[in-house]
Nanobody, 122 residues
């Protein structure tokens, strides 16, 4: 099993920044890809970004390109999502996910964190 714990959410004004963290524990060797998804009330869960533990491959949703940056610290088994220039439409619960491989679909990820709320006020 793999356990994922997110932190760093909160309330921020539009234009502000937040950094989310996702600490992985357990059989992390089973996971090669770490992703961030978000879900706003009444909407489906949507892909935000993805990074793999080895190499420099990253993916971003078009809606966050240029504003969000995903990174990792292999020694700490932690993945980060730096969110800048936040907009009210970024308001959602943000989930960390892990899988043997993973790109844009949530079905490609086997493990999920409990989520952290991000609220951006206008």
């Amino acid at each position: 099993q793999v356990q994922l714990v997110e932190s760093g959410g909160g309330l921020v004004q539009a234009g502000g920044s937040l950094r989310l963290s996702c600490a992985a524990s357990g059989r992390t060797s089973r996971t090669a890809a770490m992703g961030w998804f978000r879900q706003a009330p009444g909407k489906e869960r949507e892909f935000v970004s993805r990074i793999i533990w080895s190499g420099d491959s990253t993916l971003y949703a078009d809606s966050v390109k240029g504003r969000f940056t995903i990174s990792r610290d292999n020694a700490k088994n932690t993945v980060y999502l730096q969110m800048n220039s936040l907009k009210p439409e970024d308001t959602a619960v943000y989930y960390c996910a892990a899988g043997r491989s993973g790109n844009y679909s949530p079905y490609e990820y086997a493990y999920w964190g409990q989520g952290t709320q991000v609220t951006v006020s206008s």
